[in-house]
């Protein structure tokens, strides 16, 4: 069974930064997609970035500019680095992992952006 735990969030300012990590238990992380989505109160559940196995990466348009994401296949960690952040980005924030059939869960970090 995979296991993904967030770590990173917390409270910032407009215009701060913040990074988040996800660490993935087992021998699979290289071989599999990761994603971080994030869901804000009263909103759906929505794809923030992610990159495939071989390093492309895809983001939201609200996000384009802002935030990166990577990965270090030897840690078994994807990190979501955010910057000028808004206080629209205020959502708790998830990992995701991606392989084969299988779909795994973070719990989740809470992201709150406000002065």
């Known amino acids: 069974q995979v296991q993904l735990v967030e770590s990173g969030g917390g409270l910032v300012q407009p215009g701060g930064s913040l990074r988040l990590s996800c660490a993935a238990s087992?021998?699979?992380?290289?071989?599999?997609?990761m994603g971080w989505y994030r869901q804000a109160p009263g909103k759906q559940r929505e794809l923030v970035a992610a990159?495939?196995?071989?390093?492309?990466?895809n983001y939201a348009d609200s996000v384009k500019g802002r935030f990166t994401i990577s990965r270090d296949n030897a840690k078994n960690t994807v990190y979501l680095q955010m910057n000028s952040l808004k206080p629209e980005d205020t959502a708790v924030y998830y990992c995701?992992?991606?392989?084969?059939?299988?779909?795994?869960w973070g719990q989740g970090t809470q992201v709150t952006v406000s002065s």
């Open positions: 995701n992992m991606q392989i084969g059939q299988g779909n795994y």
């Open positions: 087992g021998s699979i992380f290289s071989r599999a997609s």
């Open positions: 990159i495939t196995r071989s390093g492309s990466t």
